[in-house]
């Protein structure tokens, strides 16, 4: 008779022990997340499967074993000593933000390679970085070789020192060290002897000097700000320093919303560059940048909409203006045929669709300048993505001959 009384106290008192954890688990199920976000550490840090996981919380109701799973694989993915998350209220009645924090050790060193790239038209390209970092603070040393993005190919160290948390975790600073050799394409300085004085000259190096600071105005909007200090030495006519010292900021917006199977991730931003006498520069213009990305998934199947247009005002250096025919832009077409000194006005249109490892996608841009007819060009091409990797053929649509471009690339 005792023992049955024991038994029956004891199994009870195990049933009372588990009911608050069970009517926790209930509670949290009512909300629905709105948000997920990662601090302490950059997203592009951890693979694309496990940031697509965390992104596909959006929209769905709270579920704190999935939220356990996913600090365990972070952790284990930035090789830190712990990842928690925390739960905040969100901007909508019965929705969440999820917030996982990055506890890293008091310092650790990092040895990255953001980016690889060998472009058919461009040769090779590449990033090489090491990371110290000490608490909150992060100091970067790089070596760059980039003939992909501008009519230059720069060639050089860079460092930087991050601090993503001034007092707030709404409050970033960052100061960049940028030193760099520069060689041209003979198609540009043919074209640059021509112009003559209209445009600028061609330049041996050039450095850059760039504190900003960071605001995050409201969850998915923030506003950097700050000034760029950037000295060249020319060639032509005459060997000479001259300076391009503006102020600049950058606008930035991005949401993931989720709904009836549906993920949609928005990312706008836009950003101006001024150079001004008053920072005793010798260039005076104005350089706008607008970018507009838009992309949904269902299960396997993602289309992705990316737009971006600029514009400069006044006599800019040649490593501010713009550029298609690489990488990203007019894929296929080769930019020094397009316009080997770049253009003061672009746009440009790319609409891509992925299905598992296959993505297919169709560019459109044109880039000119004043006094010019903007001429649209097109371009198509098909490739394998998998992960941070992929390899892409692109073909320019242009009557008479096709040459194809190939691309192999890592971005991390």
């Not at 008192?13 to 199920?29: F, R």
């Not at 925390?86 to 969440?96: A, E, F, S």
């Not at 060689?183 to 450095?207: E, L, V």
Request: glycine share 8%; net charge positive.
């Amino acid at each position: 008779m005792n023992l049955a009384r024991w038994s029956c106290l004891f199994w009870g008192s195990l049933l009372l022990a588990g009911t608050p954890q069970y009517s926790e688990i209930n509670v949290n199920a009512r909300y629905r997340v709105e948000s997920v976000e990662l601090t302490g550490e950059s997203e592009s840090k951890i693979s694309s499967g496990l940031r697509e996981q965390m992104t596909s919380l959006v929209g769905e109701y709270l579920n704190p074993g999935l939220l356990d799973e996913l600090s365990k694989r972070i952790a284990s993915e930035l090789h830190v000593r712990t990842v928690t998350h925390r739960i905040l209220r969100g901007t909508r009645p019965d929705h969440v933000r999820v917030v996982f924090e990055v506890k890293n050790r008091l310092a650790r060193f990092d040895l990255s390679v953001p980016r690889v790239l060998y472009h058919s038209n461009e040769g090779l390209n590449g990033v090489v970085e090491g990371t110290a970092t000490v608490g909150a603070h992060a100091f970067t040393l790089g070596f760059v070789s980039d003939g992909d993005e501008l009519a230059e190919r720069y060639t050089g160290v860079r460092a930087r020192y991050t601090n993503k948390r001034v007092g707030t975790d709404r409050l970033g600073f960052r100061f960049l060290i940028e030193s760099y050799h520069v060689q041209w394409n003979q198609a540009t300085q043919m074209a640059q002897a021509s112009a003559g004085d209209r445009t600028p000259g061609i330049y041996r190096d050039r450095q850059n000097l760039e504190p900003a600071a960071t605001v995050v105005l409201a969850r998915p909007l923030s506003l950097s700000f700050g000034a760029s200090f950037q000295s060249f030495q020319t060639q032509v006519p005459a060997a000479r320093t001259q300076a391009a010292n503006s102020l600049v900021t950058t606008l930035r917006y991005h949401r993931v919303l989720e709904d009836s199977g549906n993920q949609h991730d928005l990312d706008a931003g836009y950003s101006l560059r001024a150079a001004t006498r008053l920072l005793n520069s010798d260039y005076a213009y104005v350089r706008h940048h607008w970018s507009l990305r838009y992309r949904v998934s269902r299960g396997r199947h993602m289309v992705t909409d990316d737009l971006t247009a600029g514009l400069i005002t006044g006599r800019a250096p040649l490593f501010e203006r713009f550029a298609l025919g690489n990488s990203s832009t007019l894929r296929g077409w080769n930019k020094f045929d397009l316009d080997p000194l770049g253009g003061s006005r672009a746009a440009h249109n790319s609409l891509e669709y992925r299905y598992r490892l296959l993505e297919v996608f169709y560019d459109t841009g044109a880039v000119w300048d004043p006094g010019q007819t903007a001429r649209l060009r097109h371009s198509s091409g098909l490739g394998v993505r998998l992960g941070v990797f992929s390899a892409l053929v692109a073909f320019p649509v242009r009557e008479g001959r096709i040459d194809p471009v190939f691309m192999v690339a890592m971005n991390y």
